[in-house]
């Protein structure tokens, strides 16, 4: 266990939803990263939050959105859903600033349905 | 930008070494990791490996780094049924920071 916590663990949305997904990042960890793993794929880099804001972003259209908390948790929120978003979701921490290489703790993710 | 390519599958018998390779493009990534996922689950990492090293232990675990090829290998000693999961390596990217990219992972089978 990684003590990083996602939810809901699963969902079932129709195209042209919006679809708020939620991360509880590991204590003390500032940093948190989403990345999107479809079927049979490696996780993709969506963006990352470093202190609320965002620290940088991946080859994702601007209808992916994320906010970070003063609590270090995060949300990612897709407007106007498409078929092709459904897949894992995955969220990583991370403690200790925006540089090097600390290890990253991810959430189990949660599975995302697009119909 | 960064590409790390790795082979879809690979069987093995219980007991035997498994070896999981991969290359990838970036020659300035300081740190190259191994992640582990089982079924349904979210990401493990296994163990990580610096830039300027060319071998790294850990229990059943070896890592080989090869930096002229850009070639990297993650060893299994005495594989389980429990090793049966998809292994992905990753690098972060260029010039640093904290994004990763995956391969597209190996699926290890381990038969009995």
């Known amino acids: 266990e990684t003590g990083v916590t996602q939810s809901p663990t699963h969902l079932i949305k129709t195209r042209g939803q919006q679809v708020t997904l939620r991360c509880s990042s590991q204590s003390g960890h500032n940093t948190v990263s989403w990345y999107q793993q479809a079927l049979g794929q490696g996780p993709q880099f969506i963006f990352q939050?470093?202190?609320?804001?965002?620290?940088g972003r991946g080859n994702f259209p601007p209808r992916f959105s994320g906010l970070q908390f003063p609590n270090y948790s995060s949300e990612l929120n897709v407007n106007a859903l498409e078929l092709d978003d459904s897949a894992l979701y995955l969220c990583?921490?991370?403690?200790?600033?925006?540089?090097?290489?600390?290890?990253?703790?991810f959430g189990p993710g949660t599975r995302l349905t697009v119909l | 930008g960064e590409d790390v390519e790795q082979s879809l599958f690979l069987s093995v018998r219980e007991g035997d070494s498994s070896v999981i390779n991969c290359t990838y493009t970036d020659s300035s990534s300081t740190y190259l990791y191994w992640y582990k996922q089982e079924p349904g689950a979210g990401l493990q990492l296994l163990t990580y490996?610096?830039?300027?090293?060319d071998m790294k232990q850990d229990q059943r675990l070896t890592v080989l780094l090869n930096k002229k090829d850009k070639h990297l290998s993650l060893r299994i000693a005495d594989t389980q049924t429990g090793d049966s999961a998809i292994y992905f390596c990753a690098e972060p990217p260029t010039g640093g920071g904290n994004k990763l990219t995956f391969g597209t992972g190996t699926q290890l089978k381990v038969e009995l």
């Open positions: 490996i610096f830039s300027n090293m």
């Open positions: 990583a921490s991370m403690g200790g600033g925006t540089s090097g290489s600390n290890e990253q703790f």
């Open positions: 939050y470093y202190r609320e804001e965002e620290n």
